[in-house]
């Protein structure tokens, strides 16, 4: 059983020239693929290609990603910005004043640190290209680490599913082995009505009645496309790739017909049968809510 879940974290690592690049992914439980990205701005320019990677890799399920930069000594995510002509108008006018006041000039470099705008201390906008490799590389570990935990997740949830639908494939079963008696008593029924009718008591209640029980009773349709959807919820289990819509699909299928029998047959047992049936139905259809 090859499934996977929509829930799950994955987490990779990169170094370039002393600095790291992490990645991490956490992916919860969506109807869509839905993608959240946070970059330094170092990397901004990388949204575009880390968005292709993930979404070949997950189908469906809310990703958030976020990608951590730790420099090193040899580069860092910050640089200094200098506004050299605000720098040299700030030293000229520096001459001036002093030269006017006839005071002695004091105005030195150290003191552009402190004019606003003249130095900056500004992140880095645009990445070497060995770093924007790191970063794709940690991006691909990440992606490895969540489709691993997404497939033991899924592992688990398959094999639920299967001993559930097992239990769905013998409740259909003993409701079609229930089946011939429920339709013989059913046309017993038709009988009494008809012969009460020939005796002269018919009405328009006994009609009703009458037209009402021949429309119902037979559920051999209803049972075989049962049986249909069970070898095919299967079949899904034991293939690789995305299930959940499809799954999605049959339960609701299958939740269909089983009401359709229901509403059918008026045997008791058939009944209770219906309702345990349901009731295990959606047990499996808040599990296939959880798979890709």
């Known amino acids: 059983m090859s499934v996977k879940s929509m829930t799950g974290h994955g987490r990779g690592e990169s170094a370039f020239e002393g600095s790291k690049v992490i990645v991490e992914l956490n992916s919860v439980n969506h109807r869509q693929f839905d993608l959240r990205i946070d970059l330094p701005p170092l990397l901004s320019d990388l949204d575009e290609e880390l968005r292709g990677s993930i979404h070949a890799a997950v189908a469906r399920g809310a990703v958030a990603c976020r990608c951590h930069f730790l420099p090193g000594p040899r580069l860092g ?16 006018a520096a001459r001036r004043l002093s030269s006017r006041c006839r005071v002695k000039e004091d105005f ?14 500004v992140p880095e906008k645009a990445a070497r290209p060995g770093l924007k490799e790191a970063c794709l590389a940690a991006c691909r570990r990440a992606l490895r680490s969540l489709s691993s935990m997404r497939a033991r997740e899924g592992k688990h949830l398959a094999h639920d599913i299967a001993r559930r639908v097992s239990r769905l494939e013998a409740i259909i079963e003993a409701v079609a082995r229930r089946s011939p008696e429920a339709r013989q008593r059913h046309k017993q029924k038709i009988s009494a009505l008809l012969r009460a009718a020939a005796g002269g008591r018919i009405d328009g209640r006994i009609l009703r009645d009458i037209l009402s029980l021949a429309e119902r009773g037979e559920i051999s349709e209803e049972i075989s ?35 359709t029998a229901g509403s059918k047959s008026s045997d008791c047992f058939i009944s209770k049968q219906v309702v345990e049936y349901k009731a295990e139905l959606e047990n499996i259809r808040e599990q296939v809510q959880n798979i890709e």
């Not at 995510?77 to 000229?92: G, I, N, Q, S, T």
């Not at 552009?112 to 201390?121: D, E």
Request: hydrophobic share 50%.
């Open 77 to 92: 995510a910050h640089r200094l910005a200098v506004d050299y002509p605000l720098a040299m108008e700030c030293m000229e």
């Open 108 to 121: 030195g470099i150290n003191s552009l640190f402190a004019v606003p705008g003249v130095i900056r201390v």
């Open 225 to 259: 496309r049962s049986r249909s959807h069970i070898l095919q919820i299967r079949a899904i289990l034991a293939k690789s790739g995305p299930a959940g819509r499809t799954m999605e699909f049959l339960v609701q299928e299958m939740m269909r017909e089983i009401n």
